[in-house]
């Protein structure tokens, strides 16, 4: 008898991982990075669709800071500080 | 070069180059890797005092930490840096260059390897380590990363930087059409007509849309991905007199940013734009920011529920009222 709850829990366990992996998102199933996120930089972080953002963006703040720089130049993020380069 | 807090603009540290530094950065492991012309830098991105615990200061009040620097094979202003692994691909005039980055100084080490692609002009684009993308002065060449060997060839003369997604690279061509390629074999699923912008105006691909500027006149364009069908398409409304024909008092050569079901653009306006990209909206411009007095071709960037975008000279950050 004293078996029967034993079995009890490891069936609820492996239920509820069958359940986490299940209903875990998208990105947490697949830990390979995704292409854009193999890239240090540039125009192929544009697709930044899965990024949660406002529904209305005001002007935050206008900083002066080096030139503008060409089309292809942005800024790359990292360790809480954003980058960019200037011609 | 420089670093500054996206909450408050301030900046952090700054490294002015003679040469000026043109490319995009590339930040992995606590370091920030750019090139300047003819030489790769790595820095301490943090500032924490890298190896050799030394920050670097000079006479023009420049802060910065320099941990090491690495004559390249060829010069390049062109090179969105990419990592595959824990190597460093630069696409510069001598193919694909590649970098080690966990060692504490490359230029005794020096580069791995070169892999010749005939010219690289403009960026490229991974896929899961395996395929990279590379446009060249010729067209857009895939190189299988495990065998350094060119799978295919696209006669697309000097393009755009390449974007994947999914089983397809995308890239505009340099006579201003789209194309969409199969990844491993170069075969070409469709092929736009001409009318969109050239380089450096690079495609967006997201939900299955394909999203790409025009300059003549300046628009946003929003295609199928699977079939090039054109879904819709919005105008610039706005001219700016910066410019010596009218014919691109308007244009857009902006690569889009998609982000929160909006897609964000500059254009030689000087405006930023946001449409919806809703099927069908009433309104397709949700907003328009002034950003320049100048021409503008910068690229939006979206990090944490806000918009960045450079105009002339100033830094602009937009986010959630």
């Known amino acids: ?87 | 070069m420089f670093a500054f807090d996206p909450g408050t603009g301030r900046e952090v540290w700054t490294m002015h180059h003679p040469n000026g530094c043109q490319v995009t950065p590339a930040f992995k492991d606590g370091v920030l890797y750019a090139t300047c012309f003819d030489t790769l830098y790595a820095f301490d991105a943090l500032m924490k005092g890298g190896d050799d615990g030394i920050k670097d200061t000079c006479e023009n009040g420049d802060r910065y930490d320099i941990l090491w620097t690495c004559k390249l094979a060829a010069k390049t202003n062109q090179s969105p840096l990419l990592f595959v692994d824990d190597a460093l691909v630069l696409n510069t005039a001598e193919g694909l260059e590649v970098y080690p980055t966990k060692v504490k100084d490359v230029a005794k080490v020096g580069r791995l390897k070169v892999v010749k692609t005939g010219g690289s002009d403009g960026g490229g684009a991974a896929h899961n380590g395996e395929i990279l993308v590379a446009a060249t002065k010729t067209g857009h060449v895939a190189i299988d990363l495990k065998t350094d060997k060119e799978l295919w060839r696209a006669e697309s003369g000097s393009g755009t930087t390449p974007v994947i997604d999914g089983a397809y690279a995308f890239f505009g061509d340099g006579r201003g059409s789209l194309w969409c390629v199969e990844l491993k074999t170069g075969a070409t699923k469709w092929k736009s007509d001409g009318g969109y912008s050239d380089p450096p105006a690079a495609p967006a691909v997201a939900g299955g849309v394909v999203y790409m500027a025009s300059n003549k006149p300046g628009a946003m364009n929003a295609l199928d991905a699977t079939s090039g069908a054109k879904l819709w398409f919005w105008n610039v409304p706005d001219k700016t007199k910066n410019v010596t024909s009218e014919d691109y008092a308007s244009a857009v050569y902006s690569a889009p940013l998609v982000a929160g079901g909006r897609v964000y653009f500059t254009s030689y306006t000087g405006y930023l734009y946001c449409l919806t990209t809703d099927k069908a909206p009433k309104e397709r411009l949700v907003f328009k920011e002034k950003i320049s007095e100048q021409v503008c071709m910068t690229v939006p960037m979206a990090h944490e529920g806000a918009v960045f975008v450079r105009g002339a000279g100033a830094t602009f950050k937009f986010a959630g009222k």
Not at chain 1, 42 to 64: D, F, H, Q, Y
Request: hydrophobic share 45%; glycine share 12%; with cysteine.
């Open chain 1, 1 to 87: 008898m004293a078996r029967f709850p034993a079995v009890l829990c490891v069936l609820a366990a492996l239920a509820s991982s069958a359940i986490a992996l299940v209903s875990a998102p998208p990105g947490l199933q697949d830990k390979k990075p995704r292409p854009w996120d193999q890239f240090g930089g540039g125009p192929e972080r544009r697709n930044a669709s899965e990024t949660k953002m406002p529904a209305t963006l005001a002007l935050s703040w206008k900083k002066e800071m080096g030139c503008a720089v060409p089309g292809r130049a942005q800024f790359v993020a990292g360790g809480g500080l954003l980058f960019g380069s200037s011609p």
